[in-house]
Each structure stands twice: as C-alpha cells, then as structure tokens.
C-alpha cells in the first residue's frame, strides 16, 4: 500500500479508510491524501478526533457527542466540568501539536453495542450516541488512550495531521433541542498542505473585514430592530438609493427583453395556496391569518398571482412565450437561529418571473435566460458555474415531456458553450432546473439565480392556451430569477465589492467638499444639475477642518470626492479626487457632468 493512500471510494460512493478495508479494495478508487473533497472528509473528521483526544488531555473529565465533518471544516461537541473560552483554544491546539508528534497510529475495532454500552456505562453522552445506531455492532477508533465510538474514515496515523486551526468557540444545545442541555462547541478547519490552510485563512480575514453587516452599519445602508421583529430588514437613504438603482437597472433590462410587469397581492386565501400545493409541502415556512372568518397566507413565492393573471383572459399561441415580471416580497418562516444580516431574512423582495410557453420553447427561453445572467454576472464581475439538475425517482410529468426539457436546458447550455454540471435526479418532482453558483472576489461560492421548469403548477391550475389547430393546451411554466433576491445579492454585492460600488449603483455617487462656506453654493448648484441627471450627490459643509471633511468622504467609499473653492467658482470648474484610480485632476464643471453621465450608462444590462 502506497504511503500516500489514505482511502477508498467504493462503487456505491462510500468512503472507507485503510483501517476498514486492509491494504487493497477491490473496484474503489483511491484517496491519495490531497484536498479533494474525499480526502478532507477523512483529514478533517481525523483532526475532529485529534482535538477531542487533546481535550481530553488537558480535561480529563471531557465527554464527547458527535464531531461531524461540515461544509468548511469540522467541529465536536462536548461537555467538561471547568468551562472553556476563546481564550484555551491556543492551548488545545498546542496539545495537538504534540499529538501529531507522536505519531500516534490510529486503530479500528468492531464491538457488539452491548459491549459499547458497556465500555462508555459512565459516559451518558456516548450512550445518547449509541441510542441512535440502528447496527449490531459498531466500531471504535483508537489512538493511544483515547477511544471513540466512530463510524470513521481516519487517517491511519496522527502524524498525517498538521494544517489545521481551531477557528471558533460556541454553544450548542445536545442534538440541536433547544430545551436540552448546551453543550461546547468548537469549529476548525484543516487541509492536506499548509498553502491551502493559509490561504483560507487570509479569505476569512479579508471576509471578516468585509461583513456586508459591519459594512452596512458603517456605510449607513439598512438597519434591522429586534424589537420590531428578527430578519426584518429597514432600508436606510443610503440602501434604498442603492436598491433602488439596481431595480430600475433590472427593470429596464427586463423590458429590452420583452417581459412584462405585473404585480400580485401580497396575501392569498389559503385555499389557493391548498390547490398549489404550498400549503401542504410548505405550510410551516407559512405566515397563516384570518380574515373576515377565513383563513389566508402571506405569499411565500410569486407564482401563483402570475398564474391568476395568466388566466385572467384567454391566450393563444400567438401570445407565448408570455413572460410576467415581478419585484414580488415573499415571507418565509425561518428559524431565528439561521437568520444572518440580509443574507437569510424574513422578508425579501425576489427578481421573479414567469415565462409561460410551449415545450418546443423551452430552449430558446432558456437560452435567453441564460444570456441574461451572464450579461448580469458579468456587468458586476462574477465568475459562475451552472448546475443541471435531472428527474428524480418521484416526479409527475410525462418521460417524454421532462426529456425535451431536460435536454432543452442542457442544448441551451451547450450552445452558449457554458460548462456545467449535472445532478443526476436532483430535479424537483414537477420539473428539471438550472442552478447558478456565483464566485465572488475572494473566491466564495454563492448560489444565486435558478431556472426552473414546472408541468405541476398548470396542471394544478388548470392553465391553458389556444394552440394553432384551434385545440386547448397545457403551457410550460418557468419560473425564474436571476439575482435571487435584492437583500441576498445586495450583501453579496456589498462584500464582493469590500463595499466600494461601481458608480452605476453607488448609494451616493459623488461628495462636495467646500473649501470654505462661500464656496457652498457653487457646490448646491452643481448638486441639483446632478440630479437632474439622476446621479446622487451630497455635500460635507459641516463645521470641521477641510481635510477633516475630506477624510470623511473618503471613508464613505465613493466614487468621487469634489473640491470645490475660489478658483472652481472662477473657472466653473471641479477638483476630483477619485479614489478608485488614485488620481488627482480639474475638470470643466460640464466635462464633469458629461463623463459622470456617460458612466451612468455603464449600467445598461
Ligand atoms: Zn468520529
Ligand atoms: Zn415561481
């Protein structure tokens, strides 16, 4: 067995250890000990264990739950006498350190549960543990004194453990009951080689700096209220303008495109939300009230008012695609725990739209959608790959119908000589979708906007067209958004930008500096012709030093700060200062005006 195997993939996708499986394993494939995501599975599932065997070390009386491997990194919860804080985790690491030194080997060997419940009868946390394991035996991983139930996989040594960093301390209530007892825990993170462990440090500490909370608290963006209610979002000038820029952007985007507005109620009887499907499969995501002695639901997705407005007058063929847009705020229950600044919220405004056409339209809509994200993406430097998501085992619809779609999505694709993935039976039951992941500045991945097919909803709705033979069809729905939603691309935006905007969408686009109060009006004029021109402009002629001023404006992050004093209103002239290419000039004040307009335009999507 080579020394750089450190697992295997079976045929059936499992991963198993060399502990498991001896020197060879028939039909798997190998894990060389890499930063694939197979081989973190096992290196970080191995530093969980490592830690806990640290922690035991140095707390003697450390019992330990479950230490899971999660999407970035690892953690273990677990319970000792003598509270530990932020501030041991330096120390936990350094006995780490010393573990890896020794160069412990890590073992496996299988026990019936009743001899496990024997093994840890002290231990309630082990038998919570065991409770839960449905086999006859179990297995126990061992490196030196330290014993844990564990289904692995491990690395077969402590010494394959170096790169790893203990990042954070929390509670966490035992099996996620928030009526149970809290536990301890702490997360780490841990690669094959220590470039990758530096780089994803240096991300989290660029990504720390650019909060899209911390920077929307001092950019003056948006505020939330507790007392007012959790993931409820307030937008301030500063955010409104912002918002407000990219809607009227997108908006005009979608009319150059042909879709159409439209704009329904923001509550429904629950009764149409029984007939399509929302109330049974989503119910509990649901804000539910009564009105006059009949139940109602806010609406948690657009859908439906398109398709009351689509039956609202016949169609025909002649009319399709049909494309309805909507900037539609949903509510959805989400748990408080997982609300987080305006990335996850109670309350959201959604880029929605409906395209209603036949099957044999489904590629060209598609490939259209797909032209509109790439130019979206695009226009704010995103990179992005694509999902394809196919039929699942359970799924409505005839073969037929979802191959012409499926394949749809994957020519669209294809044609545009876009790569992407598939997830083979991913789909959704009523229809197969598209998926768009975004890479932002600092190379995090975001899901964003998604394309959706649905033979469910006209089905259930009972949607028809007038074909060209006079015969009454069932149209294909797509539903479909593009950014996802303003708040969540707004934080995306904000912290994939470090907060400095292009001008385009700029909360303010330009800030006055007045050397001395007679120069204010100059300022004031020329601030009007700017809104005239749509752009956003504000004036620092507060009471503090002129460079004091200049500071401040700069701290606001945007595009141009102006000077304005004698010889500018002499000249009708402008000092910028842009700090975006670090420069310095004059300008005539209509030069000034005619270039900020000319970047204005740099929008157009
Ligand atoms: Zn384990
Ligand atoms: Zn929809």
């Known amino acids: 067995m080579s020394e750089n195997i450190i697992g295997y993939v079976k045929a059936d996708g499992e991963i198993v250890d060399t502990q498991s499986v001896g020197d060879s394993c028939e039909g798997c494939r190998e894990i060389a000990y890499d930063n694939s995501p197979e081989a973190l599975e096992i290196i970080r599932h191995s530093?969980?264990?490592?830690?806990?065997?640290?922690?035991?070390?140095?707390?003697?009386?450390?019992?330990?739950?479950?230490?899971?491997?999660?999407?970035?990194g690892f953690y273990y919860d677990f319970r000792t006498s003598e509270k530990i804080g932020e501030e041991d985790l330096k120390k936990i690491?350094?006995?780490?350190?010393?573990?890896?030194?020794?160069?412990?080997p890590i073992e496996k060997y299988e026990i019936s549960k009743e001899e496990a419940a024997q093994k840890f009868k002290n231990d309630d946390l082990k038998q919570a543990v065991l409770k839960n394991i449905p086999s006859e035996t179990v297995s126990i991983y061992r490196q030196g004194e330290f014993e844990d139930l564990c289904r692995g996989p491990h690395v077969p040594n402590t010494r394959y453990l170096h790169n790893f960093k203990?990042?954070?301390?929390?509670?966490?209530?035992?099996?996620?009951?928030?009526?149970?007892?809290?536990?301890?825990?702490?997360?780490?993170?841990?690669?094959?080689?220590?470039?990758?462990?530096?780089?994803?440090?240096?991300?989290?500490?660029?990504?720390?700096?650019?909060?899209?909370?911390?920077?929307?608290t001092e950019l003056d963006l948006f505020m939330f209220d507790e007392e007012a209610g959790a993931g409820l979002p307030f937008?301030?000038?500063?955010?409104?303008?912002?918002?407000?820029?990219?809607?009227?952007?997108?908006?005009?985007?979608?009319?150059?495109?042909?879709?159409?507005?439209?704009?329904?109620?923001?509550?429904?009887?629950?009764?149409?939300?029984?007939?399509?499907?929302?109330?049974?499969?989503?119910g509990e995501n649901m804000y539910l009230t009564e009105i006059d002695?009949?139940?109602?639901?806010?609406?948690?997705?657009?859908?439906?008012?398109?398709?009351?407005?689509?039956?609202?007058?016949?169609?025909?063929?002649?009319?399709?695609?049909?494309?309805?847009?909507?900037?539609?705020?949903?509510?959805?229950?989400?748990?408080?725990?997982?609300?987080?600044?305006?990335?996850?919220?109670?309350?959201?405004?959604?880029?929605?739209?409906?395209?209603?056409?036949?099957?044999?339209?489904?590629?060209?809509?598609?490939?259209?959608?797909?032209?509109?994200?790439?130019?979206?993406?695009?226009?704010?430097?995103?990179?992005?790959?694509?999902?394809?998501?196919?039929?699942?085992?359970?799924?409505?619809?005839?073969?037929?119908?979802?191959?012409?779609?499926?394949?749809?999505?994957?020519?669209?694709?294809?044609?545009?000589?876009?790569?992407?993935?598939?997830?083979?039976?991913?789909?959704?039951?009523?229809?197969?979708?598209?998926?768009?992941?975004?890479?932002?500045?600092?190379?995090?991945?975001?899901?964003?906007?998604?394309?959706?097919?649905?033979f469910n909803l006209p089905e259930?709705?009972?949607?028809?067209?007038?074909?060209?033979?006079?015969?009454?069809?069932?149209?294909?729905?797509?539903?479909?958004?593009?950014?996802?939603?303003?708040?969540?691309?707004?934080?995306?935006?904000?912290?994939?930008?470090?907060?400095?905007?292009?001008?385009?969408?700029?909360?303010?686009?330009?800030?006055?500096?007045?050397?001395?109060?007679e120069h204010t009006a100059y300022a004031r004029e020329l601030a009007a012709e700017l809104t005239e021109r749509e752009i956003d402009s504000e004036i620092y002629d507060r009471n503090d030093s002129l460079n004091k001023r200049i500071r401040l404006a700069e701290k606001q992050k945007v595009p141009y700060v102006v000077i304005v004093g004698d010889e500018e209103v002499k000249q009708r002239s402008v000092a910028i200062r842009d700090r975006r290419k670090k420069e310095q000039y004059n300008l005539s004040a209509d030069d000034f005006m005619l270039q900020l307009s000319q970047q204005l335009q740099e929008g157009k999507i």
């Not at 149409?272 to 929302?278: A, D, F, I, V, Y």
């Open 293 to 454: 002695g009949q139940e109602y639901g806010l609406k948690p997705m657009n859908c439906i008012g398109h398709i009351l407005m689509f039956k609202h007058s016949t169609k025909s063929y002649r009319d399709l695609p049909l494309k309805y847009f909507e900037y539609g705020v949903v509510h959805r229950h989400e748990k408080s725990g997982v609300l987080h600044g305006l990335l996850r919220v109670r309350e959201f405004t959604q880029d929605d739209a409906h395209i209603f056409c036949t099957p044999e339209q489904i590629k060209p809509v598609v490939l259209e959608v797909v032209e509109f994200v790439d130019a979206v993406m695009k226009k704010f430097g995103f990179e992005y790959t694509m999902e394809i998501s196919t039929k699942p085992e359970k799924a409505i619809g005839d073969d037929a119908v979802w191959e012409i779609a499926t394949n749809a999505l994957k020519e669209a694709l294809d044609e545009n000589g876009l790569a992407y993935g598939i997830d083979e039976g991913g789909g959704a039951f009523y229809g197969p979708k598209i998926d768009v992941k975004i890479t932002d500045a600092i190379g995090r991945k975001w899901q964003c906007g998604t394309v959706q097919v649905d």
């Open 235 to 282: 937008w301030l000038p500063k955010g409104a303008r912002l918002r407000s820029k990219l809607e009227q952007i997108l908006w005009r985007s979608h009319r150059r495109r042909g879709y159409e507005p439209v704009r329904g109620p923001e509550i429904l009887k629950a009764e149409m939300w029984r007939t399509s499907g929302h109330y049974a499969c989503y």
């Open 460 to 517: 259930r709705f009972d949607v028809e067209y007038v074909a060209e033979d006079n015969t009454r069809q069932r149209p294909v729905m797509i539903h479909r958004a593009i950014l996802g939603s303003f708040e969540r691309f707004i934080a995306i935006l904000t912290e994939h930008y470090a907060g400095e905007f292009p001008f385009f969408i700029a909360p303010t686009q330009v800030i006055f500096v007045p050397i001395a109060a």
């Open 47 to 72: 530093t969980a264990h490592l830690m806990a065997q640290a922690i035991r070390e140095l707390y003697p009386d450390a019992q330990f739950f479950v230490g899971p491997v999660v999407d970035e």
């Open 93 to 104: 690491e350094k006995k780490m350190k010393e573990l890896v030194k020794k160069k412990i």
């Open 166 to 216: 203990l990042t954070r301390i929390a509670g966490a209530y035992l099996g996620g009951d928030e009526n149970a007892e809290m536990l301890t825990r702490i997360y780490g993170v841990a690669f094959a080689d220590k470039e990758s462990l530096k780089n994803y440090l240096q991300m989290m500490e660029e990504a720390k700096k650019r909060d899209h909370r911390k920077l929307g």
